[in-house]
């Protein structure tokens, strides 16, 4: 799945070292993981920072690339659409629309966890997609929560939408797209275990929203 040519696919995690060539693992990758570093050792400890447009575009940059690279152990097929790959390898960043990043706090009861979920959606009367066309990925990293969602249709974006305000319980922070100049991120109120599963399966909840009714079926 390396994104200069994302074709090969992992059978199991043993393999997942193999999904990227070198070139991009000791390139840009390494590049997006360095840049981030510094941010990341702080809010994987639960220590908080403010974030600046720049803190907020190397977290958002890396939460994506992770998106990619663990959305390769998925056995039905990659659900990250090519699209959105090929605007990361090109950019270095998260696309600018059709791409939404929230972080959160986690009591970090263990070391990290991946969880995604995917959807293919059609208009009425239309087939459905050969591949999702809709995705969100959830990972922690100690006290840190990323979640990235991602969408391909214009109508059903979530550049706009305020998770933060439909379920300020969670107390989420969006860092992509940047809406402020500096977002201060406290972490001293971090989501239980439970909390955090039930943040891994919004999907549903936000497509019934943004749709005006009930959740689609899986």
Request: hydrophobic share 40%; with cysteine.
């Amino acid at each position: 799945m390396c994104p200069c040519g994302w074709q090969t696919r992992p059978r199991d995690l043993v393999e997942t070292l193999k999904a990227v060539c070198a070139t991009c693992n000791n390139g840009w990758m390494s590049a997006v993981e360095l840049s981030a570093k510094t941010i990341l050792m702080d809010l994987v400890y639960g220590a908080g920072r403010t974030l600046d447009r720049d803190d907020q575009r190397k977290l958002a940059t890396w939460a994506a690339l992770k998106a990619c690279v663990f959305d390769a152990l998925q056995q039905h097929g990659l659900g990250v659409p090519v699209e959105h790959r090929r605007r990361l390898y090109t950019y270095k960043k998260p696309p600018a629309t059709g791409v939404a990043i929230w972080i959160g706090s986690y009591e970090a009861l263990e070391v990290g966890h991946y969880a995604y979920q995917d959807l293919r959606v059609a208009r009425d009367g239309e087939p459905a997609p050969d591949a999702p066309n809709l995705y969100i990925s959830t990972i922690t990293a100690g006290a840190l929560i990323v979640q990235v969602a991602g969408s391909l249709l214009p109508d059903l974006a979530f550049d706009s939408f305020a998770l933060e305000r439909v379920a300020p319980e969670l107390r989420v922070t969006k860092i992509w797209p940047a809406r402020t100049d500096t977002v201060e991120f406290a972490q001293d109120q971090p989501m239980s275990h439970e909390t955090l599963v039930g943040y891994t399966k919004m999907l549903y909840n936000v497509m019934g929203l943004l749709m005006g009714g009930v959740p689609p079926a899986r």
